[in-house]
Nanobody, 125 residues
Framework: QVQLVESGGGLVQAGGSLTLSCEGS???????VGWFRQAPGKERECVAA???????YYLDSVKERFTISRDNVKNTVSLRMNNLKPEDTAIYYC????????????????????WGQGTQVTVSS
């Protein structure tokens, strides 16, 4: 059973940086892992995802600012967020694919079957 725990959220000024970490127990190297966010009153959206094959996906609004990476030895997936904007304020969740060895990086909520508890990111203007 895959269990995920996020860390690294916090309060930062616009233009600042944060790194979120997602640690998986039960082994996640064969799963795609995504980072999602949900702002108040908005739907949860995938901001970045990385496949078991290191293929990556980024939401257009975070390209050139966010970088996703994984360490399969440590069972962690990180999201480095640079040049943060107030509109990046949200609860950030990591999630693992419900299927192993998927060839295409999943981006839909219903493709993910394991979720962390979330970590708050607040960007002040």
């Amino acid at each position: 059973q895959v269990q995920l725990v996020e860390s690294g959220g916090g309060l930062v000024q616009a233009g600042g940086s944060l790194t979120l970490s997602c640690e998986g127990s039960g082994g996640i190297s064969e799963y795609a892992v995504g980072w999602f966010r949900q702002a108040p009153g908005k739907e949860r959206e995938c901001v970045a995802a990385i496949g078991w094959n290191i293929k990556k996906y980024y939401l257009d609004s975070v390209k050139e600012r966010f970088t996703i990476s994984r360490d399969n030895v440590k069972n962690t997936v990180s999201l480095r967020m640079n040049n943060l904007k107030p509109e990046d304020t949200a609860i950030y969740y990591c999630a693992a694919d419900m299927s192993r060895w998927r060839l295409v990086v999943p981006t839909r909520l219903d493709e993910y079957g394991h979720w962390g508890q979330g970590t708050q990111v607040t960007v002040s203007s």
